[in-house]
């Protein structure tokens, strides 16, 4: 099996998975988000396929439901950077000179900055302040999914601007414009379709990396707040219990493994293929 058919095999079994949450509840007769200490730390059974954890919420509903916030977050964060990364580079390329000078200097400048401190510092300031309500999911989604994006376009940025400008420099180009070709029709036919493998590349990418990035600030304290799971509130909940019950740390650590993977996997092959 090639690695860009395992990677998407991976995705597309984890992306059922968190669709299926609803019917996994109703199936196994859990609510994964109410609290029932008389069946705390239960080893895997049938009534509870991978146990319970400390407050005895069923791992498995709740690992279905955080896939579902931590693939939203990796999908809108890293379709919102390619977005954005695509339209800065193809405009640096295209307008050349002092926009192109401007908008490449602004993306090093990002680039020299520390991200990883500064998206913990942005996370934790208060969502009231931007107009977010405190404490609920679809919130956090997008308030992590924006910081994110907002650090993520400049590689696609610079990968765009560079291939973008070597499709321009082409004969074929030359000669499009030598005709009387229109600049629109000109990027729409000639260049954008020389974007699509490096910029399908660096999307796969951005998902795996914003996948990673939510769970470190959930892990934190600083992403999605509970009671609504992701895998990385999961870790977090887990990190005390580590020798107590083990497995309440293993399997988000397995299914942000996993999602990364098949990221990479996709990436990779998509590169190979190319």
Do not use: K
Not at 21 to 33: E, N, S
Not at 125 to 140: C, I, M, N, Q
Not at 213 to 239: H, K, R
Request: charged fraction near 15%; glycine fraction near 10%; include cysteine.
């Amino acid at each position: 099996m090639t690695r860009l058919a395992f990677g998407l095999g991976l995705l597309t079994f984890l992306a059922l998975a968190a669709t299926a949450a609803p019917w996994a509840t109703q199936w196994l007769g859990h609510d994964p988000f109410l609290p029932d200490l008389f069946t705390r730390f239960q080893p895997p059974s049938a009534l509870h396929p991978l146990g319970t954890d400390d407050l005895g919420r069923d791992i498995l509903l709740r690992l279905l439901y955080g896939a579902r916030v931590s693939i939203a977050v990796g999908l809108l964060a890293a379709l919102a950077a390619t977005v954005l990364g695509t339209f800065v580079g193809l405009l640096a390329a295209w307008r050349g000179g002092a926009a192109d000078a401007v908008l490449m200097r602004l993306a090093d400048g990002l680039l020299a900055l520390p991200a990883l401190p500064l998206l913990v510092i942005l996370a934790a300031l208060d969502p009231a302040v931007v107009g977010l309500p405190r404490g609920e999911a679809t919130a956090d989604i997008l308030r992590i999914a924006v910081l994110l994006a907002a650090f993520g376009w400049v590689g696609v940025a610079r990968l765009v601007r560079a291939t973008a400008l070597s499709v321009l420099a082409r004969d074929f180009v030359r000669a499009a414009r030598a005709l009387g070709v229109s600049e629109r029709r000109m990027l729409w036919r000639h260049v954008a379709p020389q974007l699509i493998p490096p910029v399908a590349i660096a999307t796969a990418l951005a998902v795996g990396g914003a996948v990673l990035a939510e769970s470190a600030l959930s892990f934190l304290g600083l992403g999605i707040a509970p009671p609504a799971p992701s895998w990385g509130n999961m870790l977090a909940n887990a990190q005390e219990l580590i020798f107590q019950a083990p497995l309440s740390a293993l399997w988000p650590g397995l299914a942000i493994l996993l999602a990364v993977l098949g990221c990479n996997l996709v990436a990779d092959g998509l590169a190979r293929r190319d």
